[in-house]
C-alpha cells in the first residue's frame, strides 16, 4: 500500500463514493422517502462497506489478498450451493468441497505452485466429486447434482480465484505493482455494472434477454459499457498498459463482466429465484455482486498474461516444501 | 455474555438471523414449536431469539441423547438449560414430561418444543405427537409460536456428525390460536401442524400419511 499510484486509485473510489452519498442524500431529501431511495442509500452504504474489505485487503498484502478471497470463494459457494437442491447423498462430498478442495485451490494458489493451480479443480476436484457422490449410493439425478456441483466449484472457486493470482504474473517494469493490476480488473468490471444499471434506468429501452435478465438494456450495455472502458482508459496510468493497451482490456472486463452477469441470470432464475442470498444489503447475495467478475478474472488474467508473453509455468514451479511434503512417504 | 457470543457464533455458522421485529416481546409466556430434522434445531432457534427472550427460553430435548458425555451434559444444562426428557418408558412414568414442561412454565420460561417427537429422516414433516395440545389445554394463557426451520436438514442431516455450512433460515409465525373448547385434539393438531406448512410456502413437504 506503499505504491502512491494505488493510493490514488482508493482514493479516487473514496471520493467518487462520496459523491455518491451526496447525491443519495440530496435524492432522498428532494423526493422523500420511498422503497427506491431506501434501496439506493442501502447499495451506496455496501459499497462503503465492500470498497473499506476490499482496500483493507491490498493493504495486508499477497496473505491479505488470497485470504479475502478465499473467503469470498467460500460464501459465493455457500449461496449457490444453498440455492441448488442437494439431496442427503450429497453430504460427504459437500464436506470434502468446502473443507478440503476449496481451501487447497488456494493453498496451490498462494504458494503458488501454478500448474497445481490450474489443474486441481478441473481434474481433480471434477473426479472427485461424483466418484464421491456415487459411493454414497443415490442415484437419482445424479447427473445432474454432480455437474451442479462441477459448476459451483468451478465458478465460486476456479475462476474468481484467478483476481488474486493476478498479483503474480511476471510483467517486466512493473515488479511489485500488481496490486494495481487487481484493482484496475475489479473497478472496471464494477463501474460497469453501475455505470450499465444507471443508463439502464436513465436511458434503457430494448431489453438485450427479457426472460433472463429484464434490467439489462441495449442501450444500458452500450453507454454504461462506454463509460467503463472510457473510464478504465483514464487509468492507464496504473497499469502495465498503454492507453490503447488499457482500453482494450477494459472492454475485454466489460464484455465478460456482462457476459458473466447474464449467465449467472440465468443460473439463478433456473434455480427459482431473483437473489442469490441476503448477506449485502439493497444488493442481495454475495454472488449477486460477484457475477461479473466470476467470466471476467480468467479473461483478463489470460489475456494479461499473453499480452506480456508471461511464462507462469515456467515461473513458478512446484515449490520445494511441497515437493518435500509429497516425497516424505517415498523416501527411505 | 457467553451466550450471546455462542448465539453470534452460531448465527455466523448456520446463515441464520436475529430478526427481534419477528417476536413480539409483550411479557407473556410462550410455546415455540417447530419442524424437527437436525440437532441444530434448538440451538438455531436459541441463537435467533433477541437476547431478552433467549434468557427465558428453554428448549425441551431427549435427555439419552444430551446426557451422554460431559461436553452435552454442560452445554443442556448449563448453557441451554434444556428441560430434559428421558424417551425410555421406565423412566419417563417416573417424571412424567409433560409436568416437567409444565413445572418450566409456571418458573417463568419459555419452552422450544418438537412436536413431531423426533427428527425428520427425509426432511419432511411428520405427525405430531399430542403433547402440545395437552400443553396449551393444560396452559392456557401460554401463546403458542410455529416456527419453520429451512434447510437445517441439509447443513446437519440425522446420522452425520459434521454440519456444512449452508445458510438455513429461522421463520416465526403469527401465534396460533388456542384450542377451542369443543376442538378434538386431532383438529388442533391439525391446525397447528398446517401453521408451520403455511410459514414453508411449499419449501417443506408433508410426510405421507401411514396406510
Redesign the interface.
Known amino acids: 500500500m506503499n505504491d502512491p499510484e494505488l493510493l490514488a486509485l482508493v482514493g479516487g473510489v473514496l471520493a467518487l463514493l462520496c459523491l455518491a452519498t451526496v447525491i443519495t442524500r440530496l435524492l432522498a431529501r428532494r423526493k422523500g422517502p420511498g422503497p427506491v431511495i431506501d434501496n439506493l442509500r442501502q447499495r451506496v452504504n455496501a459499497w462503503w462497506w465492500m470498497v473499506a474489505v476490499f482496500s483493507v485487503s491490498l493493504a495486508l498484502g499477497r496473505n491479505g489478498v488470497f485470504g479475502f478471497y478465499l473467503i469470498l470463494s467460500?460464501l459465493a459457494l455457500?449461496?449457490f450451493?444453498?440455492l441448488s437442491p442437494?439431496p442427503?447423498g450429497d453430504?460427504?462430498t459437500?464436506?470434502w468441497v468446502?473443507f478440503i478442495i476449496l481451501p487447497l485451490h488456494y493453498l496451490f494458489a498462494w504458494a503458488p505452485w501454478y500448474g497445481m493451480f490450474l489443474i486441481w479443480i478441473p481434474v481433480y476436484a471434477f473426479v472427485f466429486i461424483p466418484v464421491r457422490s456415487a459411493l454414497a449410493g443415490d442415484t437419482e439425478r445424479f447427473l445432474e447434482r454432480s455437474a451442479r456441483l462441477q459448476w459451483g466449484v468451478l465458478t465460486c472457486v476456479y475462476f474468481l480465484s484467478h483476481l488474486p493470482m493476478l498479483l503474480y504474473l511476471p510483467i517486466d517494469g512493473y515488479e511489485g505493482q500488481n496490486a494495481k493490476l487487481l484493482f484496475f480488473a475489479v473497478l472496471v468490471t464494477q463501474i460497469s455494472d453501475v455505470m450499465q444499471y444507471v443508463f439502464g434506468k436513465w436511458l434503457g429501452r430494448r431489453p438485450i434477454a427479457p426472460t433472463v435478465s429484464p434490467g439489462k438494456t441495449v442501450e444500458g450495455f452500450l453507454y454504461g459499457g462506454a463509460a467503463a472502458v472510457a473510464i478504465g482508459t483514464g487509468l492507464w496510468w496504473a497499469t502495465p498498459f498503454g492507453p490503447s493497451g488499457a482500453a482494450a482490456m477494459a472492454a475485454v472486463l466489460v464484455l465478460a463482466g456482462f457476459l458473466g452477469g447474464l449467465v449467472m441470470s440465468a443460473v439463478k432464475r433456473s434455480l427459482g429465484t431473483k437473489d442469490w442470498?441476503?448477506g449485502i444489503p439493497g444488493h442481495g447475495g454475495v454472488l449477486d455482486r460477484l457475477d461479473s467478475l466470476l467470466f471476467a478474472a480468467p479473461v483478463f488474467f489470460h489475456l494479461t498474461g499473453y499480452y506480456f508473453g508471461t511464462n507462469m509455468h515456467l515461473t513458478y514451479t512446484q515449490p520445494e516444501w511441497m515437493r518435500q511434503i509429497l516425497h516424505f512417504w517415498t523416501t527411505p | 455474555m457467553k451466550a450471546g457470543a455462542l448465539a453470534f457464533l452460531i448465527r455466523l455458522v448456520t446463515g441464520v438471523r436475529l430478526d427481534p421485529r419477528q417476536v413480539p416481546s409483550d411479557g407473556g409466556r410462550r410455546i415455540y414449536y417447530a419442524n424437527h430434522a437436525s440437532h441444530l434445531d434448538f440451538v438455531v432457534i436459541w441463537a435467533a431469539l433477541p437476547d431478552a427472550a433467549r434468557r427465558r427460553v428453554r428448549p425441551v430435548a431427549a435427555a439419552e441423547y444430551w446426557e451422554s458425555g460431559p461436553l452435552r451434559r454442560w452445554l443442556a444444562r448449563r448453557l441451554f438449560q434444556a428441560v430434559l426428557i428421558p424417551r425410555d418408558p421406565a423412566k419417563m412414568r417416573a417424571c412424567p414430561p409433560l409436568e416437567r414442561m409444565g413445572e418450566a412454565l409456571e418458573a417463568g420460561s419459555d419452552l422450544i418444543v418438537f412436536p413431531e417427537g423426533t427428527r425428520s429422516e427425509t426432511g419432511r414433516l411428520g405427525s405430531f405427537k399430542p403433547g402440545l395440545f395437552h400443553l396449551a389445554t393444560r396452559h392456557p394463557g401460554v401463546i403458542l409460536v410455529p416456527v419453520y426451520l429451512e434447510n437445517l436438514n441439509r447443513i446437519l442431516p440425522k446420522g452425520e456428525a459434521m454440519p456444512v455450512p449452508l445458510m438455513g433460515n429461522v421463520l416465526f409465525g403469527y401465534p396460533l390460536a388456542a384450542p377451542a373448547d369443543d376442538e378434538p385434539k386431532a383438529a388442533f393438531l391439525d391446525r397447528a401442524r398446517a401453521a408451520i406448512l403455511a410459514l414453508a410456502h411449499g419449501t417443506l413437504e408433508s410426510e405421507p400419511e401411514d396406510p
Open positions: 467460500f455457500r449461496e450451493v444453498t442437494t442427503r453430504h460427504r459437500l464436506m468446502f442470498g441476503r
